[in-house]
């Protein structure tokens, strides 16, 4: 399966902890996505890397959150000292553009999150 | 700013019935469009897509959609539903000189047997 990947499905966390969730997009892309979704909404955006360049943050990601993507492969969001209120599925997308704008991003299964 | 509404939170419709999902959108330029499936617990998979040319783009699992500039629209068309099309389903704007897609909050279909 050449698709993107995320690990781990599900998280069950107590509040206070840190968590890290890991995203390895299709093998050719260069754009990275992380999106978050809470229950009856759609995604929201959360930050985007090209390559290895993270491009840009929303205001939705506080201090907490930590995006990294070292290699301009694989990507990491880390959430510390989680809140109730991070509770969601993060999604990871990925896509192929050249330049500027936008394309189709496709979309990996997902990360449940649940802090206790 | 740019934004996507799905005026329908929920719709049903009978197996074999004929299926309209509506969406508009907000924005400044020329949209790209999408619309977008998620099953429970799934991620979303990609249905259709418009950038340019047709207004009427075909998609997998005998889905369509229409652009309508006029109307600002891109609703989601498919003649026959089956039991597994109940999903949830999302409609997304972009364009060509920004990074992100926009989503919308989804229409949760239900299929009557």
């Known amino acids: 399966d050449t698709g993107v990947s995320q690990d781990p499905r599900h998280k069950i966390t107590k509040r206070g902890q840190n968590v890290t969730f890991r995203c390895d997009p299709i093998s050719e892309h260069n754009r990275l996505y992380w999106y978050r979704q809470t229950l009856g909404q759609g995604p929201e955006f959360l930050t985007y890397f090209q390559n290895e360049a993270q491009l840009e943050k929303s205001r939705l990601l506080s201090d907490r959150f930590s995006a990294e993507r070292p290699k301009g492969s694989f990507s990491t969001l880390e959430i510390q000292r989680t809140e109730q209120g991070d509770s969601a599925m993060y999604l990871c997308a990925s896509s192929l553009v050249r330049g500027r704008g936008t394309d189709t991003q496709y979309f990996g299964p997902g990360t449940r999150l649940t802090v206790l | 700013a740019q934004s996507v509404t799905q005026p329908d939170i929920h719709i049903t419709v009978s197996e074999g019935a004929s299926l309209e999902l509506r969406c508009n959108y907000s924005?400044?330029?020329?949209?790209?469009l999408f619309w977008y499936v998620q099953s429970p617990g799934q991620g979303l998979q990609l249905l259709l897509k418009y950038f340019s040319g047709d207004t009427l783009v075909q998609g997998i699992k005998g889905f369509e959609a229409e652009f309508k500039r006029s109307q600002s629209s891109f609703n989601l068309r498919k003649p026959s539903v089956h039991w597994s099309d109940a999903a949830e389903y999302f409609c997304?704007?972009?364009?060509?000189?920004?990074?992100?897609?926009?989503f919308g909050k989804g229409t949760r279909l239900h299929i009557l047997p």
């Open positions: 997304a704007v972009g364009a060509y000189r920004d990074d992100k897609i926009i």
């Open positions: 924005y400044g330029a020329t949209p790209y």
